[in-house]
C-alpha cells in the first residue's frame, strides 16, 4: 500500500467526520467504502453507486465546496445521515478536471462486475488514483505539451530527479547539483507538475515547491523490484539514478494501477550536452510563453511552430528548452533543413501527409492503458496509411527510414468499423467479413428486422386494422398496438394476448412474434457482447506494436520539427550560420526573430560583432532606443542557430555557447522578503559564479534601487571581473 502525505482539511463545523463513525452500526456498503478511504487516506474517493460517482463524510463537504455542489445526506444505518454529494458518471471527467487543478487526488472506486448479475453487494474496488501529473485523459491535456511527474531523491550529496509523462512514455534521469535554490531551479525548469520524495526528506524545500510554486507533493516510500520493467534503466550506470527511476515507476504502478508497457528506454540527460539556461533566463527570453501575460503568442516557440503533428510540437518545445553544443549534431540538422528548403515541393508533399498522422505517442499510451476506444484505433489506421509515402520522401532527402507496419494497418483496415460510437459496449465496432460467428449473428438480426417490418404489413393485412403498428422498447421487448378506437376489431382468433394499457393504445403480443423476438434480442446481446470481446483482442493484439510505433514516432516528430525550421527560415528569409570553434560572433543585419514578425513597420536590422580582443559590448541609450531588444536578440539566434534553425541575418558566424545568464527586470519577491535589488544581486552573482568562458551573458542594467555611484561601481566591478 502506498504511504501518503496525509494532509488535514478545513471542514464545516457540525458535519459528521469519517472518525466519529461506528464501524458496527453502518451498512455493509457504507463499511466498505470507509475501508476503502482508510488505505488512501489523502484520496478523495469517487465512489461508483449505480449512475452516479459519490463522495462521503470529509470529502463530500470539501468536494461541495471546491466544486459548488449541493452537500446532502445519506443513510447509512447511524443516528445521523451522512455528508454526502455525487456527480454523474458519463459526466465524472469534468469534475475530476477540475479537482486534479486544484490539487487534489481522486480515487476511482469503480464497479468490478455487472450489477445485473451481482449476488448482494455490487464488488467494487479502486481502479486507478488520478493526480496532477497522472492524467491521461486527452480533454485534460495540453496536447503541444509534456505532463511530467517526477521523482527527487536527495543522496546527501547530489539530488537525482527521474521524471516521466505517462501519457508518451517518455522518461528522464538527472542529476541536480546539490543545493536547495539549484534543485527548486530545476524542478521549475522541467516543468514538473507533480512531484514524489521519500518521507525523510527536507520538510522546506516541500513547503517552497509546493506553496510557493503550487506543485503538488506526495510522500512514498515504497520500491519494487520492477523485472518486468527492468529494460526502461537497463542502460544506466549510475545505480542512485537506477533507484530514483524504480521509485518513480513503482509509485505510476501503483497509482495507475495498470500495464505501464509503453514505457520508453531511460533518457540520462547530461548537462554538458546541452545550452545550459535556468528558469529566469527562459523566463526572460520569453521562449515558449511571454513573461506579461503567460501566453504562447508572440513567443520564440510561437514563430518557430508550423509543425502539423502534436508530437512535432512537443519536441520542437524540448529543442527550444535544450540547444544542443554539439557541432556535428547541430549540422545534421542543418542539412535536413536545407534540403528541404531546395526540395519544397517534397515538402509541402510532407507537410500534408504529415497533417493526416495522429498522436501515436499518446496513442501508444492509451492502447498500454487499456482505455483507447475504436476512434483511436482508427486515428491509429489513418496514421500508418501514409507512412509508406512519407517513407518515400525521408529516403530522398536521406534521413531516417521508418517501419511502415503494414501487417497492423492490413488488421485495422479489415476489422474496425468506419464509423463506431464513443463506447466500446455498444457494437457496431467490427465490419462485415472479419468474423464468421459474428456475420451469422448480424445476418439473423438483419433477416428478423425484415421480419418484423413483414410481419406489421402483413398484421394489418390480416386484421384489416390500418394503425396497428409493431414497436419495441426495453421493457416489455416487441409488441403489436392498436389505438384505442380500434381495439373493438381484435379478435379472439388472431391469438394476440394484452401486455399493456396505455391512455391511446393497447398494446398485445402473438406467439409467433414472442418466438421471433427472442432470436432477434439474442442475437443483438451476442453480438454486442461478440464485438467486444473482439475488439479487445484486437487492442491487445496492437500492444505488441507499441515499441515500433513509439520508434515510428520520435522519427515523424523530428522530421516535422525540421520541416518546421525549413518553413519558417524560408517565409522570413533565415539564412544557415557558420558554427566555429574559435572565439568569434558576426551577425550581419541581424533581427530580433519574434519583434520582427510581429512589427507593422520594417525592423531595422544591426549587426553583433565580437572577437578574440572583444568579449564585452557596453551599450548605452535613451529610454525606447532599442537596447533591451539588441541584446535579446542575440541570445533568441544564438538559441535558433543551436537548435538546427537557420538565423534572421544575412550572414552569420557563430562560436557555441554552453550556456546563456540573464539579469534581465527584477521585480520585489516578497514571498521570499527579497527587494529588487537583492533579486538582481542574485541573478548577477549566479551568472557570474557559473559562467565559463564560453558563456553569454546578458545584463540588462544593474544596480537598480541604489543611489547612482553606488550602482555604476556595482556594475563597473561586475564587468572587470567577467
Not at 385 to 413: F, Q
Not at 585 to 606: C, F, G, P, T, W
Request: overall charge negative; charged content about 25%; some cysteine.
Amino acid at each position: 500500500m502506498l504511504k501518503y502525505l496525509l494532509e488535514f482539511l478545513d471542514l464545516d463545523g457540525g458535519k459528521m467526520k469519517l472518525s466519529d463513525v461506528d464501524l458496527d452500526k453502518v451498512s455493509p456498503m457504507m463499511r466498505h467504502y470507509i475501508s476503502v478511504k482508510m488505505e488512501y487516506p489523502d484520496v478523495i474517493i469517487f465512489y461508483r453507486l449505480g449512475d452516479f460517482y459519490e463522495v462521503f463524510f470529509e470529502d463530500a463537504v470539501t468536494t461541495s465546496r471546491e466544486l459548488e455542489l449541493t452537500l446532502t445526506g445519506r443513510n447509512a444505518g447511524l443516528d445521523e445521515k451522512v455528508p454526502m454529494c455525487g456527480v454523474p458518471y458519463h459526466a465524472v471527467s469534468i469534475y475530476i478536471e477540475k479537482m486534479i487543478e486544484k490539487g487534489y487526488k481522486i480515487g476511482i472506486c469503480e464497479q468490478l462486475e455487472d450489477p445485473k448479475n451481482a449476488k448482494g453487494i455490487v464488488s467494487r474496488g479502486i481502479t486507478q488514483i488520478i493526480s496532477k501529473g497522472t492524467v491521461i485523459s486527452s480533454e485534460s491535456l495540453k496536447e503541444n505539451d509534456f505532463n511530467y511527474i517526477g521523482f527527487v531523491m536527495d543522496t546527501k550529496y547530489s539530488y537525482i530527479i527521474s521524471y516521466a509523462d505517462i501519457t508518451t512514455g517518455v522518461i528522464y534521469v538527472t542529476n541536480c547539483l546539490y543545493n536547495q535554490t539549484s534543485l527548486v531551479n530545476e524542478v521549475i525548469n522541467l516543468g514538473l507538475k507533480e512531484v514524489i520524495v521519500n518521507s525523510n526528506f527536507d520538510k522546506n524545500i516541500i513547503n517552497i515547491l509546493k506553496n510557493q510554486f503550487d506543485i503538488s507533493i506526495t510522500i512514498n516510500d515504497l520500491i519494487e523490484p520492477l523485472d518486468e520493467y527492468s529494460y526502461v534503466f537497463s542502460d544506466i550506470k549510475d545505480e542512485n539514478q537506477v533507484t530514483s527511476v524504480k521509485y518513480l515507476i513503482t509509485y505510476i504502478l501503483n497509482i495507475k494501477m495498470t500495464d505501464l508497457s509503453h514505457l520508453q528506454k531511460a533518457i540520462v540527460k547530461v548537462p554538458n550536452k546541452y545550452l545550459h539556461m535556468d528558469i529566469h533566463t527562459k523566463r526572460n527570453l520569453e521562449l515558449t510563453e511571454t513573461l506579461r501575460l503567460k501566453q504562447r503568442q508572440y513567443s520564440l516557440i510561437w514563430l518557430l511552430d508550423k509543425t502539423k503533428t502534436a508530437m512535432g510540437s512537443r519536441l520542437l518545445k524540448t529543442y527550444i528548452e535544450n540547444p544542443l553544443v554539439d557541432i556535428d549534431e547541430i549540422n545534421k540538422r542543418y542539412d535536413i533543413v536545407d534540403k528541404l528548403i531546395s526540395k519544397f515541393i517534397l515538402r509541402e508533399d510532407l507537410k500534408n501527409l504529415l497533417n493526416e498522422v495522429y498522436d501515436l505517442e499518446r496513442l501508444s499510451g492509451r492502447i498500454a492503458f487499456l482505455n483507447a476506444n475504436a476512434r483511436d484505433l482508427l486515428q491509429l489506421k489513418r496514421s500508418l496509411k501514409v507512412l509508406p509515402e512519407i517513407n518515400e520522401i525521408l529516403k530522398s532527402i536521406g534521413y531516417t527510414k521508418i517501419d511502415t507496419l503494414d501487417s497492423l494497418y492490413d488488421l485495422l483496415e479489415n476489422s474496425i468499423y468506419e464509423n463506431p460510437p464513443i463506447g466500446i459496449k455498444e457494437g457496431y465496432l467490427i465490419k462485415d467479413g472479419f468474423n464468421s460467428e459474428l456475420d451469422s449473428l448480424k445476418d439473423i438480426r438483419s433477416n428478423g428486422k425484415d421480419f418484423i417490418a413483414r410481419f406489421e404489413l402483413e398484421e394489418r393485412q390480416r386484421t384489416g386494422i390500418k394503425t396497428l403498428k409493431v414497436g419495441y422498447n426495453k421493457v416489455f421487448g416487441y409488441y403489436i398496438e392498436v389505438s384505442k378506437g380500434m381495439t373493438n376489431l381484435v379478435k379472439e382468433s388472431y391469438g394476440y394476448s394484452r401486455k399493456q394499457t396505455l391512455s391511446n393504445c393497447e398494446r398485445y403480443i402473438s406467439p409467433v412474434l414472442k418466438e421471433k423476438e427472442s432470436l432477434i434480442l439474442n442475437a443483438e446481446e451476442k453480438i454486442i457482447n461478440l464485438e467486444y470481446e473482439l475488439f479487445i483482442n484486437i487492442r491487445d493484439k496492437i500492444k505488441e506494436y507499441i515499441k515500433p510505433i513509439q520508434e515510428i514516432a520520435k522519427v515523424i516528430s523530428e522530421i516535422d520539427v525540421l520541416q518546421s525550421f525549413a518553413t519558417v527560415s524560408e517565409e522570413n528569409n533565415y539564412i544557415r550560420p557558420v558554427l566555429t570553434k574559435d572565439n568569434v560572433v558576426y551577425l550581419k543585419d541581424n533581427r530580433h526573430a519574434v519583434v520582427e514578425k510581429v512589427l507593422n513597420s520594417e525592423y531595422v536590422s544591426n549587426d553583433i560583432i565580437f572577437n578574440e580582443d572583444k568579449n564585452i559590448l557596453l551599450i548605452t541609450g535613451p529610454n525606447m532606443a532599442g537596447k533591451s531588444t539588441y541584446m535579446r536578440q542575440l541570445a533568441i539566434t544564438v538559441i535558433m542557430a543551436q537548435i538546427g534553425c537557420f538565423t534572421p541575418c544575412t550572414e552569420a558566424k557563430l562560436k557555441i555557447f554552453d550556456s546563456i545568464y540573464t539579469r534581465i527586470g527584477a521585480s520585489d519577491d516578497l514571498v521570499s522578503g527579497e527587494s529588487t535589488f537583492m533579486v538582481e544581486m542574485k541573478e548577477a552573482n549566479n551568472a557570474i559564479s557559473n559562467a565559463t568562458s564560453n558563456s553569454l551573458l546578458l545584463f540588462d542594467e544593474l544596480g537598480r534601487g541604489t543611489a547612482t555611484f553606488d550602482g555604476m561601481a556595482l556594475a563597473q566591478a561586475i564587468i572587470e571581473y567577467i
